[in-house]
């Protein structure tokens, strides 16, 4: 027995290099919203797939994903037919919480501090002992720290045999990926304009990975559930709210 896949996704990361996708498919079409929904592994080598990438701002590799008569046996099907919501959102909640690690933008932080310890201005001064660099640098760190603690409660839990805690992955997933922005934006003022050239320009100062970062980072704010859903997902979850009227 087999699957007769066809339909089209888009926003695939990393489709074009991957030897399998992780796709859900509706195979119950008589029945309501998230029921119906099935889990089911495909080769990305299966006759019928199309993979289109996307030009986007960010550097990241995205792409469009068409399927068209694509055949795959029943057994590639994780869960159970029809159990597929349930593993979609707890994949969901464990990709909110990995999309915010604190080690990308320590190492930037780290870095800025550098230079600017290492950068003199045309007054002979230090570029970080202006009080304005300093701020910069402090408000990164704090919120770093934070978004460690954060992500270390949730470790804890996964140690500890607790499920995942929707408000939990969400508010990670909202502070994060919005911290991510509001720190390259710090480190970038600090830099100067130079933080806006590209890489391979000549005078462009830590090989141009702010800029890059900056741009790359902003799909996170929608990949994994945009921070608008995620929000009404803290209130319901987190704070017994209301679902949001749509």
């Known amino acids: 027995d087999e699957y007769v896949i066809n339909g089209q996704k888009i926003f695939t990361s990393l489709a074009s290099d991957a030897d399998y996708i992780w796709l859900a498919v509706r195979t119950n079409p ?16 299966t006759p019928g797939i199309e993979v289109v990438p996307m030009s986007l701002l960010s550097e990241h590799d995205i792409n469009q994903t068409f399927f068209s008569d694509v055949r795959v046996p029943v057994d590639n099907c994780v869960g159970g037919e029809n159990n597929g919501w349930t593993l979609v959102t707890n994949q969901l909640n464990h990709e909110r919480v990995t999309l915010c690690s604190s080690g990308m933008i320590e190492s930037s932080i780290s870095e800025v501090r550098q230079w600017a310890q290492e950068t003199k201005l045309a007054d002979g001064r230090r570029v970080i002992d202006q009080e304005w ?3 910069n640098l402090a408000r990164a760190h704090a919120k770093l720290e934070f978004l460690r603690l954060i992500n270390w409660k949730v470790a804890w839990g996964a140690t500890e045999g607790l499920p995942l805690d929707v408000a939990d992955a969400s508010s990670i997933k909202v502070f994060g990926t919005e911290f991510y922005l509001e720190a390259f934006r710090l ?17 462009s100062i830590l090989k141009s990975r702010l800029e890059m970062m900056y741009r790359s980072l902003l799909i996170l704010t929608f990949g994994g ?8 997902l803290i209130g319901m979850f987190g704070l017994g709210l209301p679902r949001a009227t749509r």
């Open 30 to 45: 008589e029945v309501k919203k998230h029921k119906g929904i099935s889990m089911v592994v495909v080769p990305m080598d």
């Open 133 to 135: 660099v300093q701020l």
């Open 187 to 203: 480190l970038m003022e600090i830099i100067g304009q130079q933080a806006y050239l590209q890489r391979g320009s000549a005078e």
């Open 225 to 232: 559930g945009t921070n608008e859903v995620q929000r009404d």
